[in-house]
């Protein structure tokens, strides 16, 4: 395919591209740079506000007649906080968000529609309480004690709730969640990590003891007793009767000038990360991880080597990060 090909067909591409992206994102108008479910949403929180400085407390004057107070929400200790402090502060959110695009994008890890859709639905909640409780304790025998404010105040927050929590499934208003181009979520936003079952600590194992290691010449067992004895058994060793029942006199006395490279104690580990067990060919053999503890037989200094609980055994190379048990 020639280069000029290529070129066409991403000219088709982007051409595709384009056309998806026109079908998809259809122009939005509205009142000035806010969207017409911005515009109602401020118009509710408006008339909202203005209420909140008109009194909720009755007072009764004789049997008959009410008088109303001068208590609003803003002189009821910090009740103004969720019945109108909230809707308030999600509003101006949303208006800094059309005029200063660079400017606060989110609250926390909710972004400024769902900062909107919680602020409305815990005010609505709140009057729904001081309605609820006012009308059980008329019922209950006493006197109506709070004005007509907290009717008015449930229904615009119950208006807020759905321009906002209800918003994309009201076709007037959907259009405003339609075609917004897709961001990273925020990191508290993001689907949690799985969490793994912590490993049970097992029982220290209690391995029988190494038997001590005995020379064995076909016929008896060599005892020594003093170094005079060994330096002429170790003579007799290199006689042509007993030639090639042991090593050499020289190999014998480089073992023996070389510290232990291993240590026969038992003990229960657990590595950090899924790790091979090989064979002395370097062949895995079984593999061990940091859900289960596995038991190590022998210790050298390069390598433990482990027993695999059907009987198997091999080599752990990797001993990096290893909790011993």
């Not at 007037?172 to 969490?195: K, L, M, T």
């Not at 170094?227 to 006199?249: K, N, R």
């Not at 079984?286 to 037989?297: E, H, N, Y």
């Amino acid at each position: 395919m020639s280069d000029h090909q290529d070129e066409n067909i991403g000219l088709e591409g982007d051409q595709n591209a384009s056309s998806d992206v026109r079908l998809d994102e259809t122009p939005q108008y509205g009142v000035g740079p806010f969207s017409v479910r911005e515009v109602a949403l401020a118009g509710v929180w408006l008339v909202a506000f203005v209420l909140s400085f008109f009194p909720v407390a009755a007072v009764l004057v004789g049997r008959d007649s009410l008088l109303f107070g001068f208590g609003s929400v803003w002189t009821t200790g910090l009740g103004w906080i969720l019945t109108i402090g909230l809707p308030t502060i999600a509003v101006f959110l949303i208006g800094l968000r059309r005029l200063s695009p660079d400017g606060i994008r989110r609250v926390g890890s909710l972004g400024i529609d769902q900062f909107a859709s919680v602020a409305f639905s815990v005010s609505a909640v709140v009057w729904l309480q001081i309605v609820w409780e006012t009308v059980a304790f008329t019922l209950a025998g006493g006197d109506w004690f709070r004005s007509w404010v907290i009717w008015a105040q449930l229904i615009l927050m119950l208006a807020g709730v759905l321009l906002t929590v209800f918003a994309p499934l009201i076709p007037p208003f959907a259009q405003d969640f339609v075609g917004r181009r897709e961001v990273p979520a925020h990191r508290n936003a993001r689907p949690v990590r799985p969490v793994s079952a912590r490993p049970a600590r097992p029982a220290d194992p209690s391995p029988a003891p190494a038997a001590a290691p005995t020379a064995d010449t076909g016929s008896e067992h060599v005892v020594f007793e003093d170094s005079a004895d060994v330096d002429a058994t170790t003579e007799s060793w290199m006689s042509d009767d007993v030639t090639g029942a042991y090593e050499p006199v020289d190999q014998v006395e480089a073992a023996a000038d070389e510290p232990a490279a291993h240590r026969h104690q038992a003990f229960w580990a657990l590595v950090p990360e899924e790790r091979d067990v090989v064979d002395d060919s370097g062949a895995a053999l079984f593999r061990i991880g940091p859900t289960a503890w596995a038991l190590v037989i022998e210790e050298y200094d390069d390598h433990f080597v482990v027993r695999h609980e059907d009987g198997r055994v091999g080599r752990l190379h990797d001993t990096d990060g290893v909790t011993r048990g």
